[in-house]
């Protein structure tokens, strides 16, 4: 099923959403990784250039049997963006493929952020699993910069 990971930083949303794209990637399932900032930007540059690579990039990402999306609210917001969430999430849910994303932004951030429709799809088709707790890096580095 689709996975929505949230909750701050440091505590292991990204580690685990590596560790699920190696375990289905070891299955023979075709995985993509990509941050959100990422995402955006190969995005924009299939609709806005002549990138053929971003295209394919773009077009695999709604193909890939799970795409995990890592970091969504980083990226700079707008209506492209808001656009493109809603065009990948969608695409997805229509082909029948699995999405994991994992994010620092609340439920109520989501959909000011991006739109009541994108947070629809979100709230009928996910899983969210809530990360809590204390900054893994923070506690691994003993608060060595504090």
Not at 16 to 23: E, H, P, V
Not at 81 to 97: E, F
Not at 131 to 137: A, N, P, S, T
């Amino acid at each position: 099923s689709n996975l929505l990971f949230s909750g701050d930083t440091g505590l292991g949303k990204t580690f685990l959403s590596a560790c699920i794209a190696r375990s289905v990637a070891d299955q023979g399932y075709w995985v993509m990784y990509e941050s959100a900032c990422h995402l955006f930007e190969k995005m924009e540059k299939a609709k806005f250039s002549a990138d053929e690579t971003a295209a394919r990039e773009v077009e695999n990402m709604t193909r890939c049997d799970l795409l995990i999306l890592d970091d969504l609210g980083t990226e700079m917001g707008g209506n492209f963006v808001t656009a493109s969430l809603y065009t990948i999430i969608n695409d997805r849910m229509r082909n029948g493929k699995a999405s994991s994303i994992s994010t620092n932004l609340t439920v109520d951030e989501l959909e000011k952020r991006y739109s009541s429709q994108i947070l629809s799809r979100l709230r009928g088709n996910y899983k969210r699993v809530a990360f809590v707790g204390d900054d893994i890096r923070i506690l691994k580095n003993t608060g060595a910069l504090v």
